[in-house]
């Protein structure tokens, strides 16, 4: 158990022991991987925490802890500044820790997730509406999170929740009836539906006579109009066709499309429960959870602030006409991901917009009884090369299914000019495989609300925080394996750390296992991005200062070892993202 434990446990184990008889008292306290090199590998600012609880000095507190501590072998430790505790691991304990990673499959990851589900709830277009870029967000960092966790040892669940049942019904109805070429919608689905659409939007804001037209196929279809409940569902089998294309194309996957349709049979009991129960009541007509009255308004969202102060801002459950509306089916779906599922946690990964949607739902949740910990997790928007939401030429929300398509072809061009031998499949491959993996990195390398830049120049860089990059450095470390005579163990070398720059390398490899706990504490797959960029350009160096293949025999195999266990942690790295390595580039 010591052995696989990480560096940072097993120094937070030291620091515990070393506490109880510094301070009389069992204490725990946390150490963290430094910020800043100059100063250590790991810090823990315990010593000053634990002095002003006892009121005494934190730098002599500091110095009887460093006295009882054990660290045999793993690292020194020194005081700085007002009492932080500082520890350098030793070039042999990081040497050792590669040698364990070496013989780990999971590469030091720990199964933090072992015996907790979690749906994750991402993507989720709206049927019969064209999946634009904002989308992408939610697919990319979705499908990202799902891969972290499952590799965490979390059972996952990814579930597409699409908008299979919303007022768009009405005009797509209207529009089929009237508009549709069945030719178009056999051949490419989506682009015909976003047609038919968009004229009976620009017709119904021309003639309010088309717009009660549609309101009318609305009903019927709620009404279980025989003709409208056909093709309601042809018009969602032919957008689910057109998704999974995509998906196949993103390489992404999901357990369950349970749409919004899935839970229509639930609605009318569900806002009955929540009347008899009280947590809804009836306003004007439609039926609304309003505040509990127990949190303060700033944090109750059930109320909003306007200029007359503090008003309420209920959710509507049941509309006066009797229809049902978002949060209702949301409400609906926690019911059944728990009871059914038996989800511990529910992961949204939905855009800024929605957070008074989820705060509200949430809330109403609890009310209701149904508790976990569910999280939004909120991103911002994609603006173009402008910094305006990002749009075509003709003004239009630019389409995913586009997006990737050009992507691909520049890739295309850049691998046909960089190498001009691949040729053919293999060549069409590698560039599916970068152009498609420069558009995830560059999302995923993002802090996810801030809005970021689409810049393809920037994103497909071979020099850069691309992907490209970090796929060429797993191309590059694979070269090397290629020009040696024997196939080499890495399981038999054993690695001794000299050089600064193997030290270093040997120093990221050790952070893998345990920065990937931290990624689904607040959803930050760019934290794992910007670690492989790190990796890599430590490898690169690395590469520069070290000689690999000229050096005697032991240097060779434990540099070797090294080489690899780079290689490893890099495409398992990019495959949590989402992100594939080609064999040549
Ligand atoms: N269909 C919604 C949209 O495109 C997103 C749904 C997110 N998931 C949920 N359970 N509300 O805006």
Redesign the pocket.
């Known amino acids: 158990m010591t052995l696989l434990q990480d560096l940072e446990s097993r120094l937070a184990t030291a620091l515990a022991t070393a506490l109880a008889p510094t301070l009389g008292e069992p204490a725990s306290a946390a150490v963290t991987a430094a910020a800043d090199l100059r100063f250590g590998d790991y810090q823990t600012n315990a010593a000053m925490v634990l002095a002003k609880q006892h009121k005494t000095n934190p730098r002599a507190l500091a110095q009887r802890i460093i006295d009882h501590l054990h660290l045999d072998g793993l690292a020194t430790a020194d005081i700085a500044g007002p009492g932080f505790i500082n520890f350098h691991i030793l070039p042999a304990a990081y040497a050792s820790r590669a040698t364990t990673l070496i013989g780990d499959e999971k590469l030091g990851v720990p199964a933090t997730g072992e015996g907790k589900t979690v749906v994750v ?2 993507s ?3 049927v019969a ?1 064209p999946m634009h870029v ?2 992408i967000r ?1 697919t990319i960092i979705g499908d990202s999170l799902c891969r972290i966790a499952r590799f965490l040892g979390f059972t996952v669940i990814a579930d597409n ?3 299979d049942w ?1 007022t768009q019904f009405g005009m797509i109805l209207h529009g089929w009836k009237t508009l549709l070429d069945p030719a178009a919608l056999e051949a490419d689905p989506i682009p015909e539906l976003l047609r038919i659409y968009r004229d009976v939007n620009s017709a119904t804001k021309a003639d309010p006579a088309v717009l009660e037209t549609c309101k009318n196929e609305l009903v019927k279809l709620q009404a279980g109009d025989p003709q409208n409940l056909a093709i309601w569902r042809q018009c969602i089998d032919v957008s689910k066709r057109g998704l999974r294309k995509i998906y196949d194309t993103l390489d992404v996957k999901f357990d369950h499309w349970l749409g ?1 349709s899935h839970y229509n049979d639930r609605l009318a009991g569900l806002v009955d429960e929540f009347l008899t129960k009280g947590i809804a009541r009836e306003s004007n007509g439609a039926v609304c959870v309003f505040s509990d009255g127990i949190k303060k308004p700033a944090d109750d969202p059930f109320m909003v602030h306007k200029e007359e102060g503090w008003t309420d801002n209920p959710a509507i459950i049941r509309k006066a006409d009797g229809g049902f509306l ?1 949060a209702t ?2 409400l609906a ?1 926690i019911q059944f991901r728990i009871d059914e599922w038996k989800a511990d946690q529910i992961w ?4 800024v917009p ?1 957070q008074l ?2 705060r509200q ?1 949430f809330d109403a949740a609890a009310r209701w009884g149904k508790t976990g910990n569910f999280q939004h997790v909120a991103f911002g928007s994609i603006l173009g090369e402008d910094r305006k939401l990002m749009k075509t030429r003709s003004g239009d929300n630019v389409q995913l299914a586009d997006v990737l398509t050009e992507a691909v072809e520049r890739a295309a061009n850049i691998i046909a000019a960089k190498n001009p031998d691949l040729q053919g499949e293999e060549a069409a491959e590698i560039a599916r495989i970068v152009g498609i993996g420069a558009v995830k990195f560059a999302e995923l390398s993002q802090n996810r609300l801030t809005d970021y830049v689409f810049a393809w120049d920037r994103m497909l860089a071979l020099q850069g925080d691309t992907a490209p990059y970090l796929q060429y450095s797993t191309v590059r470390i694979r070269s090397i394996f290629r020009k040696l005579d024997a196939p080499f163990d890495a399981s038999t070398a054993i690695i001794t750390l000299t050089e600064p720059e193997e030290i270093h390398l040997a120093r990221l490899h050790a952070r893998f296992g345990e920065l990937l706990p931290l990624i689904v504490e607040d959803f930050r797959p760019n934290l794992l991005a910007n670690y492989l960029l790190e990796l890599a350009r430590a490898f690169h160096s690395f590469f520069e200062a070290c000689p690999v293949l000229k050096s005697a025999a032991a240097v060779r195999a434990s540099r070797l070892a090294l080489c690899e266990l780079s290689a490893r942690i890099l495409t398992t790295g990019l495959g949590l993202l989402g992100i594939k390595c080609p064999e040549r580039m």
């Open positions: 709830d991402f989720a277009p709206n509406k904002g989308h939610s929740h699409i908008g919303g919004e978002y089916t949301d779906t949204y990964v939905v855009g929605q949607h989820f739902l």
